[in-house]
């Protein structure tokens, strides 16, 4: 008999490859997904349900919808043109404001507050949702690129270090704004 020690290790097997999940344990068992819960680069491989994968997806678009709220048909056509562009340059695409932090603020408020704090924060040059001035392409590798991208995970740990500091700039600059010129600045300083 297995030891509880013993029990969560293997529930929290994880493998390098796809391929090295199927072979361990002989395919994809029914009612579970493969799922890489890292990245790219650094692959962890493990199974998850494939009922809480499908709750996790739907719980994802009902936030994007409702915190992303009406685009106009202009701002739909920026959004698929960005989603295009990642494609082609191999980037991806990733939210400036997380759909997380704008639903946790989204739901202390009425739809008609959200829809004006919404307004508020644009004229700051934060935005919220789908909207394409919160899509940002992302790179999907932390390897120095002097193509346009941030670093997703750098962006957001500038973000968390520096949040009392740029609470208190933010009616001057907006995060984004604050973090794509250190990036700049960094990038020039590589080139030299």
């Known amino acids: ?3 509880f ?4 290790t293997e529930a929290q097997k994880t493998f390098s490859s796809r391929e090295d999940l199927e072979r361990h344990y002989g395919g994809v068992p029914k009612g579970m997904v493969a799922n890489n819960a890292a990245s790219k680069e650094n692959p962890k491989w493990r199974l998850v349900t494939a009922d809480n994968r499908k709750k996790q997806a739907e719980r994802r678009k009902e936030r994007l919808g409702a915190v992303t709220g009406e685009l106009s048909d202009e701002q739909k056509r920026q959004s698929k043109t960005k989603e295009k562009l990642a494609a082609k340059r191999g980037k991806e695409l ?4 997380s759909t997380e932090e704008s639903d946790k603020i989204r739901r202390s408020m009425s739809p008609s507050e959200w829809e004006q704090r919404k307004q508020d924060d644009a004229k700051k040059g934060v935005y919220h949702g789908h909207h394409p001035r919160n899509l940002v392409l992302a790179n999907p590798t932390h390897e120095p690129t002097s193509s346009p991208g941030l670093h997703h995970s750098d962006y957001h ?3 968390r270090k520096n949040r009392r500091r740029l609470a208190d700039v933010s009616n001057a600059i907006s995060t984004q ?3 794509r010129i250190l990036n700049n600045k960094r990038k020039r300083q590589q080139k030299r």
């Open 5 to 8: 020690q013993e029990f969560i």
């Open 1 to 3: 008999m297995k030891t």
């Open 157 to 159: 740990a500038f973000e």
């Open 177 to 179: 704004d604050a973090y």
């Open 94 to 97: 990733h939210h400036a404001t």
